[in-house]
Nanobody
Framework: QVQLVESGGGLVQTGGSLRLSCAASGRTFSMNAMGWFRQAPGKERQFVAAISWGASYIYYADSVKGRFIISRDNAKNAVYLQMNSLKPEDTAVYYC????????????????WGQGTQVTVSS
């Protein structure tokens, strides 16, 4: 009942920046928290960042703290991830997600997922 579509991924050099966007449609009024996760080949899905409905609570994984910024625009039904000072270890498929109940930092907490967008950081 909620559809999420990511965009903005691509190829960037070490130290560069990318801005990921996620557009939501459907029953967007039911959404609570939104988050970003990533998954590299052969690895488990990893939490990146999450933001509450009113942006009063924001959490980042230690690996991206100080480099990434999550934000949302509820009027546009969108969430963003500004990624700065990118490193090769940031290479992964990035997914946006949303929950309609409560929320957390675990993927099991989220109800809806986008299709993912590839981010590749070259050295």
């Amino acid at each position: 009942q909620v559809q999420l579509v990511e965009s903005g991924g691509g190829l960037v050099q070490t130290g560069g920046s990318l801005r990921l966007s996620c557009a939501a449609s459907g029953r967007t009024f039911s959404m609570n928290a939104m988050g970003w996760f990533r998954q590299a080949p052969g690895k488990e899905r990893q939490f990146v960042a999450a933001i509450s409905w009113g942006a009063s609570y924001i959490y980042y994984a230690d690996s991206v703290k100080g480099r990434f910024i999550i934000s949302r625009d509820n009027a546009k039904n969108a969430v963003y991830l500004q990624m700065n000072s990118l490193k090769p270890e940031d290479t992964a498929v990035y997914y946006c997600a949303a929950t309609t109940t409560n929320w957390g930092r675990a993927s099991d907490e989220y109800d809806y997922w986008g299709q993912g967008t590839q981010v590749t950081v070259s050295s």
